[in-house]
């Protein structure tokens, strides 16, 4: 009995095996390229909002401190507005006491 010589052919991968492990780490490494860029873009916009919002609390700061500084006035005329009314309280009492002395001068003087 004799066999027939055998010929062996290499040929190319297929996917498997060894050239398979390789386009398998690739397709891992867009996934995670893709994910860090999606990532990278959250932050971008986080940045964004992040100084936007600290922009608008230097406004509001600057607008309490100018509200504080109204309440500041307001309390001052607030303490001195007791005194005013003293004040016009007594300088009316004056002018109707004024008033009806005036008066009384003038009924003694037509009297008499």
Known sequence: M?????????????????????NSQSSALQARIHEKKSELESLRQLRDLSAGLAGQMQQLEE????????????????????????????ASGEYIFCVFRLAGDIALSARG
């Open 2 to 22: 004799s066999f027939a010589p055998r010929t062996t052919t290499i040929r190319p991968s297929s996917g498997l095996g060894l050239g398979g492990s390789q």
């Open 63 to 90: 607008k309490l401190a100018t509200l504080s500084d109204g309440t500041e006035a307001v309390a001052a005329v607030m303490a001195n507005w007791g005194s005013v009314l003293r004040a016009v309280s007594m």
